[in-house]
């Protein structure tokens, strides 16, 4: 009797500690809504949703700000690191995978997730003094001068060639991100049941067609939900690119062309941001990436719950 | 287990009476990263002197005005001075302790530094993309001796809102109308042209690396890593060439005044050798913090007796004489009897 009564103390503090736990995650998100909507509301006051939103002129000195060109750079630069990284990351699990042989797959393993392990200011000095160079001198004069040059992409790559663009940031951000989609999809290309590969093969399947038919639609979601996580990492991803970005607030046509992201904004201008409507806006960026990053976030976790449940049955 | 608590006790009990002993008075700064080297230079000749140790956290210049603000720190350091009715309006007083320079930086295949004259008319033209050529006729007109290249300029600023940008623009609005009526001045700005470096380091890097480019920078940062800096002509007509002594010659001329709690950006000075881009990093106090201020006061009263020399190491200019007089009896007037 006595014994039990202990032992259900015990387990209802067992109980609100994890629940304690738990709820410390929710409060602290609507810590950080109320902290950015509060000290944002000079700047909700002065220029509205509609028109912060639409608004290309950030213009600190006439105390006039828009977000526009930071939301089109945080999308653009997004939208390019996983043009980059997805078909690497897929091509590299399936290397590791399906057509490595075993002494190779560990190696490369380990080597992915040391990239994934590496913090991004350390990609930030690397891009800065290492790839941008490069870019500048080699890559990017190449494009100019091979897809510059043709009808419909041409203006994708106009303009001089810096290193200090979106094409760089890209890069670094893909860079960064392939860690997670390739890591993911390789487990889940590891999921597809032995038995289903030998019998493809059995009947004569090359490795192509098994791959293609075999294992890349039994791990689509896996494929999915990686691509989702990157997407999460490189919304947000600061220091690797506010070095290699330019701080550039212009809508800007050619990959060529320095940018801003709503992160890199931050980055550089919330230490030395002098007026109180200033450092509201920058919390109004800040606001704004939140929720972009929690709809996107919410619509890719929506479809992966879809299509779970699609292949579960 | 309770052998393991009565030992952590202990342990914990032992070091904190081991702080109390070794308690020091400490001195809590916040701000400006330009003067960050030269502080905690001081506070360190300092401490073993007067036994104060300085918590300085170099956040920006902007973070030391917002610290200050809210009353958390001793003193706020801002590479930019806030106007008189600013300070008023947060109970706030304000004195420069260290003047630093910026310097135009170029690369250009075969020009070395000091070597290059530029003026503040053509400065204004090519960061306005007005002059886009290096042989442009103005430039040509200031080098006849050289042989410039027909090579586009790449213009290079800073990204990151910093105090050297706001002392770059201010020299700008100063002596270019058009720079003032299409961008002013401030720690960021609108730049009409050009690709954006964070930090000295990175404005340095993308000079170096990118041919027929020009930059800005602090002058410290400057020679430390090579950089080849320009002459500049001054308001008073002379070429100059960036040095101590055109510095000093600066901030001997600039008419810093206690009544306007110092409020001066001191680009062009007046003096006949002096160096037209130049600005003092500057001190806040809350005027409500009597004991903190006292505290600071006798901090920058040692650094300008005995500091002149470190600041000179570390290629910064220290305040001449009359000025470091004139802000003792500024703080004597404002109630600080340190």
Redesign the interface.
């Known amino acids: 009797m006595d014994n039990s009564r202990k032992h259900n103390y015990f387990d209802l503090l067992f109980a609100s500690v994890t629940a304690v736990a738990s709820f410390t995650v929710i409060i602290f998100i609507i810590g950080i809504v109320a902290v950015l909507f509060n000290e944002s509301s000079l700047a909700i006051g002065r220029f509205g949703v509609v028109n912060f939103l639409t608004s290309t002129v950030w213009d600190p000195v006439k105390g006039i700000f828009g977000a526009a060109t930071t939301i089109y750079g945080t999308v653009v630069t997004t939208v390019f690191a996983l043009l980059f990284s997805i078909p690497t990351a897929i091509g590299i699990a399936i290397f590791v995978t399906e057509i490595a042989p075993n002494f190779l797959k560990t190696p490369i393993g380990v080597a992915i997730e040391l990239l994934a392990a590496i913090p991004s200011i350390i990609y930030g000095m690397w891009g800065l003094f290492t790839l941008a160079p490069i870019m500048s001198r080699y890559v990017e004069p190449a494009l100019k001068a091979s897809i510059g040059k043709l009808p419909y992409l041409g203006f994708l790559f106009q303009g001089n060639p810096m290193g200090i663009d979106l094409l760089t940031a890209s890069s670094i951000l893909a860079i960064m991100i392939i860690p997670f989609t390739a890591s993911i999809a390789r487990d889940s290309f590891n999921l597809t049941p032995s038995v289903v590969k030998e019998s493809a093969y059995a009947i004569g399947a090359t490795r192509w067609e098994v791959v293609k038919n075999v294992v890349l639609p039994y791990s689509k979601l896996g494929i999915f939900g990686g691509a989702a996580l990157s997407l999460g990492r490189a919304l947000g991803e600061t220091m690797a690119v506010a070095f290699v970005l330019g701080n550039n607030h212009r809508i800007a046509t050619s990959l060529l062309d320095a940018a801003s992201t709503i992160t890199v904004s931050l980055a550089n201008e919330f230490t030395e941001a002098d007026t109180d409507l200033y450092l509201s806006s920058l919390y109004y960026l800040a606001l704004i990436l939140f929720v972009m990053s929690f709809v996107i976030l919410a619509v890719s976790k929506y479809f992966l719950l879809k299509a779970e449940r699609k292949y579960s049955r | 287990m309770k052998r393991v608590l009565k030992i952590a006790v202990f342990v914990l009990a032992g070091m904190l009476s081991i702080n109390q002993a070794f308690a020091v008075e400490t001195l809590n700064g916040a701000g400006s ?1 330009f003067a960050y080297p030269i502080y905690s230079a001081w506070a360190y000749a300092y401490q073993k002197v007067a036994g104060t140790q300085l918590n300085y956290q170099s ?5 030391g ?2 610290q200050i603000t809210e009353r958390t720190v001793d003193f706020g350091a801002s590479d ?1 001075p806030l106007s008189p009715a600013d300070l008023k309006k947060s109970n706030l007083i304000q004195f420069p302790a260290v003047i630093g320079g910026v310097v135009p930086i170029v690369n250009i295949p075969g020009v070395k530094p000091d070597q290059m004259r530029l003026d503040s008319q053509t400065m204004c033209g090519i960061y306005l993309g007005d002059i886009k050529f290096w042989d442009d006729a103005q430039i040509k007109a200031l080098n006849p001796t050289m042989d410039l290249p027909h090579n ?1 300029i ?1 213009v290079v600023h800073r ?5 050297t940008t706001a002392i770059f623009t201010n020299y700008l609005v100063q002596t270019c109308p058009a720079w003032k009526d299409k ?9 009409p042209v050009g ?4 930090g000295s380091e ?1 404005v340095a ?2 000079v170096q ?2 041919g027929y480019s020009i930059g800005y920078d602090e002058f410290a940062y400057a020679q430390q890593n090579n950089l080849t800096y320009t002459q500049l002509k001054n308001p008073a007509g002379k070429f100059v060439s960036a040095k101590s002594e055109t510095f000093e010659a600066a901030a001997k001329t600039a008419n810093f005044d206690p009544k306007d709690d110092f409020n001066l950006m001191m680009t062009n000075a007046k003096g006949k050798d002096a160096w037209p881009i130049a600005g003092g990093t500057f001190v806040l106090l809350a005027k409500d913090k009597k004991a903190a201020n006292i505290k600071t006061a006798k901090f920058f009263n040692w650094s300008f007796t005995h500091g002149d020399a470190k600041a000179k190491e570390l290629i910064y200019i220290p305040l001449p004489k009359s000025l470091k007089d004139k802000i003792r009896a500024y703080w004597k007037a404002n109630g600080i009897h340190y």
């Open positions: 990263s956040i920006g210049s902007g973070g005005i917002k930019l586009e790449t990204s990151d809102g910093s105090g961008v002013g001045t401030g720690t960021s700005v609108n730049w690709i954006g470096g964070k990175g890097n993308y690396s990118t």
